[in-house]
């Protein structure tokens, strides 16, 4: 099998992969790259078939993983591709997926000019595992950029994305359900929304929902804070909402 | 005042900032660093008095600080001194309080074992915010080094953190409140605790809790996820358990 592995850095799959690091290659080429092995087991697990799977060749290929579709590479080629400080060995393109059109009427989560990716990851986890799939990005980070995708730990792969231009605001979810924002003070207190879908809206920490957007909402919501602090990490506060508007 | 300005990077001051970059000058000279004009009045504002006070020179000195402690420094001096990517131009040395006794009957939140810096930091801000003030840190990140600071986003300064011995494992909490560990299955739901003092037991993402530590464990935590996801961030879990502990 040695004859197959990926080597050479002028490979056109190296430079695809390379091409996958920005936006605009992952748009061209509707994939996106995920790396390590038990982040691109939970993709695996989520259903996702790649269209790339690589493991260094000093590396065992992992016995849950599609062995037909496996290509080894060498280090060279695995550092020259990868996007981690430590590149791991394992690398992936997975497709990106085509979302069907926005059910404003289910409710979900927008997340309003969220920047960090870290954040915008760790959201659409948390919504995923408290049975939110329809999730609204308004100009926010790419959900399919590097960090985006490792802090959603494969929860990607079950969510129903739909990116949406910032220009728009949050009118593509008008007509549909209420639309809750998260405030750092002066909303309702969680026990006092009522049930039924709702679009839970959070913006960054450190600007908030844009005025203007935060005029489009039906209602407000504050977490309580008995501590007295000014303020909770942007995707703990967004975390917490999700979980009482879906579990309590 | 331009004869005061930190301009030589020769200067004892800025050899002494640079050892409060790893945890053996922290412990010597029992200060740490905090970085950016937000951040650092997020300490003053909670009380905090600082040993050293520093903007470099293209920078205003916020209205906020005691203008009197303010010391200019060059922006060579600045890069030298600073841990962030992209140095701010405010830097701050804090003294590292001595916390009384560790009061295990008021019970609080415990860390076992998370060596990531931004979750320890993430956990003891939302522990603060949900009045949450006593921490025990049991084989943890050192909550003094920087990207823990910047992430507790001033909460550092309202907690009693308490830095205990891996090798005791969760000794120090006996006899005290209960302890609950937050498990990833098979623990109870949160409606089914009850009210009053508990120590919540929080590890790490990749690890759990030590098997031999939730043994010493009185009960056990887990949050629904109606999603069917297999996990939360470790951060968030944690958050929304302490959330749950004090606000519901």
């Known amino acids: 099998m040695s004859d197959l ?10 430079k695809l992969l390379r091409d996958l690091h920005g936006v605009a290659g992952r748009r ?20 996702m078939r790649p269209v790339h799977l690589l493991a260094r060749a000093d590396e065992e ?18 550092e020259r591709i990868s996007q981690a400080s430590t590149p791991s060995g394992y690398l992936a ?29 760790t959201l659409i986890r948390s919504a995923v595992a408290f049975g939110i799939q329809q999730i609204a990005l308004i100009g926010c980070a790419d959900p399919y950029a590097y960090k985006v995708v490792q802090a959603t ?10 990116q949406l231009d910032d220009a728009g605001a949050l009118t593509p979810l008008h007509g549909g359900a209420p639309r809750c924002a998260l405030v750092v003070s002066g909303g309702k207190a969680p026990s006092a929304l009522s049930s039924g879908p709702r679009w839970l809206v959070v913006g960054s920490e450190a600007h908030g929902i844009p005025p203007e957007w935060l005029a489009q909402c039906d209602e407000q919501l504050t977490l309580p804070m008995p501590g007295g602090s000014e303020s909770l990490n942007a995707a703990v506060a967004g975390s917490i909402a999700c979980y009482l508007m879906t579990v309590r």
């Not at 509707?30 to 092995?37: A, D, I, S």
């Not at 290929?61 to 695995?78: G, K, N, Q, T």
């Open 5 to 14: 592995t990926l080597s050479s850095l002028q490979n056109p799959l190296v």
């Open 28 to 47: 061209e080429n509707r994939q996106f790259l995920v790396e390590g092995r038990r982040a691109i087991t939970s993709f695996l697990d989520a259903g």
């Open 153 to 162: 730990a494969g929860a990607l792969a079950r969510a129903r994305i739909h």
């Open 61 to 78: 290929i992992p016995p849950e993983w599609p062995a037909d579709l496996v290509r080894r590479m060498s280090a060279r080629v695995a």
């Open 93 to 121: 393109s997975l497709p990106i997926p085509t979302p069907p059109a926005i059910a404003a009427r289910l409710g979900g989560l927008a997340l309003a000019r969220i920047a960090d990716p870290g954040n915008v990851g």
